[in-house]
């Protein structure tokens, strides 16, 4: 078998297993291809109606491999062995194909699987923990988690921490943090409200809509709403004084859609981690969120950059979103500044440093 020790101090051949592509990750990929002595090779769903990402953007990728609905496991071996990986970076262990192929490659390449689901106690997790002696561990050196509630979970699976790599998750942070500094130099303040994400019951719109309400019976000069995404939940949006659907936003445009609103609003019901609170923060929007964002641990002090509201009450969300407004201007610019401070504990360039160090160190135990 092939050092590799000896491998890891010279080229390093990173494979991205994923499912669907997005735009922070592709940041976090480009910062990775950059850097010295790094090849990388991505296999990857096409792109999604769900989701619907220019394609354009992942085209710089030279060794990379698309699957549609079902993985031909046979196809993406071969590939992976023509390209003969150091590291092995999975997205999550949910594909049966990526589960046998990390099978394989044990003593042969650095195995990581990302997480970004917290610890929550179900019936479900509780049978993870039984089983993942004979599941997970046969095919895992390592996990990549989002945030401390993921490290909770990958801690309770049996990881020690050396074996648990923090900020899988980060936006393209070059893209949004100088929508911040544009920020500082506009004559006028932009007041709106914003909402980003899927319409979808899980994202809490209903709550989002009788907080919005509430929130402009309480004011004389109510900011608008503008709501960005596409689902099921739309009609739910329609009608509603202040409310502006803008659609789906591509991630190009995202960051300058934001300097049109000063306040991000994101009460969800279930939300694993929240990449958006992060965009936002970058971006120097105040941060308005459910307890159930799991970004909110990170990114969110009450009173200092934005509120952390109990989920699903209304009349929680309608106060934090007058009071934000009710702030003079200068306290919003400090909130502004607050959330930009806060948004530099994750980056492109720290998710690639991560990620290497994390597989450099585990290099040496996974040869015995």
Known sequence: MTSHSNQFTGTKRVAILWTLLSGYLNA?????????????????????????YDESLFSWIKERYEWDANLDENELLNRLEEFRPDVIVSCGWNVPGHRHILKKYRHQAVRIITVDNPWRGTVKQKVGLMVSRFYLKPICDALFVAGERQADFAHRLGFPQRRILRGVLSCDHQKFSPIHFKRQHLLEESRAFVYVGRLAPEKGLDVLVEAYRRYRQSVSEPWPLRCYGTGLLKPLLEHVEGIEIMGFCQPDDLSGELLRA????????????????????????????SAEVGASVHLVQNGYNGYVVETGDAAELAWAMSHYAALGEDQRNVMSQNSYLMSLQFTPERWVSNLLDGASRLVKEIEH
Do not use: Q, Y
Not at 28 to 52: H, Q, W, Y
Not at 282 to 288: D, E, P, R
């Open 28 to 52: 976090c990929l480009k910062a990775l291809a950059e850097t010295d002595g790094v090849e990388i090779f991505v296999s990857n769903i096409r792109v999604s109606a769900d989701a619907p």
């Open 262 to 289: 000063c306040c991000l609003v994101l009460p969800s019901t279930f939300e694993p981690w929240a990449l958006v609170l992060h965009e936002a923060a970058a971006a120097g929007l105040a941060l308005i969120c």
